[in-house]
């Protein structure tokens, strides 16, 4: 079972930032936690990982809680392009334990 | 450049007619991984492999079976397709082994199945 909370569907005005949240509140201090994000009939695309500290790269920034239980991945400025259903999924990095189980994620709605 | 390549993008079958969907990536990851994805549903996944160990998830139906002949590639064949079947079908690779980074997994385009 999916060890993530979302909610179903949040909007976002084009060229703000969106942020959306994850809660995770049983995940363990051996697991990441990682975002996808998945447009229309494509394959899912990753987006951003981090384990304890937040991170950033050219797509977005995640932004994790000292006590790891939650977490926030931030497009600074969203685009139509990034309308999409988002997952925040949870996953051990030890050897052994290769399974991404996806949640029901977050379906973003960039409007003009 | 393709890096997970999924042949057919779209496949008709008939009921209960046996139907193979491929994947190939070049990536040389250690893990392929086979999920389905209905429609307005997360993906859900089938099973992985990690080099040749076969890992079947427990609510797998065993209509559904697959064969990793090498690191490039891997099939999903479905040996008995009903209309519950209907879904796309997405691969996807990683690399394998214990990190202080973790791996991230890349998808496939995905196949769309229609079983009539």
């Known amino acids: 079972d999916a060890k993530t909370t979302q909610p179903p569907s949040m909007d976002c005005a084009e060229g703000r930032a969106a942020n959306l949240p994850c809660n995770h509140s049983t995940i363990s201090g051996n697991e990441y936690v990682y975002w996808y994000r998945q447009i229309h009939s494509q394959g899912p695309q990753y987006i951003i990982h981090?384990?304890?500290n937040n991170e950033t790269n050219e797509m977005a920034s995640l932004i994790i809680t000292e006590d790891r239980k939650s977490s926030t991945l931030i497009l600074p400025h969203a685009t139509l392009r990034d309308t999409a259903v988002y997952y925040c999924i949870v996953r051990p990095f030890t050897s052994g334990t290769y399974k991404y189980i996806f949640g029901t994620g977050t379906r973003l709605k960039v409007l003009a | 450049d393709a890096m997970v390549i999924q042949n057919p993008r779209y496949q008709v079958t008939q009921f209960g007619k046996p139907v193979t969907l491929s994947c190939s990536q070049t990536l040389n990851h250690n893990v392929m991984y086979w999920y389905q994805q209905k429609s307005s549903q997360a993906p859900k996944l089938l099973f992985h492999y990690y080099d040749k160990d076969f890992n079947n998830e427990a609510d797998t139906p065993d209509n559904f079976q697959s064969r990793r002949p090498n690191t490039s590639f891997c099939f999903l064949d479905i040996r008995s397709p009903g209309l519950g079947d209907a879904a796309m079908y997405l691969c996807?690779?990683?690399?394998?082994?214990?990190?202080?980074?973790?791996?991230?997994?890349?998808f496939g385009p995905g196949t769309r199945l229609t079983v009539t």
């Open positions: 981090g384990l304890k």
């Open positions: 996807a690779t990683s690399r394998g082994g214990s990190s202080g980074r973790g791996y991230e997994q890349y």
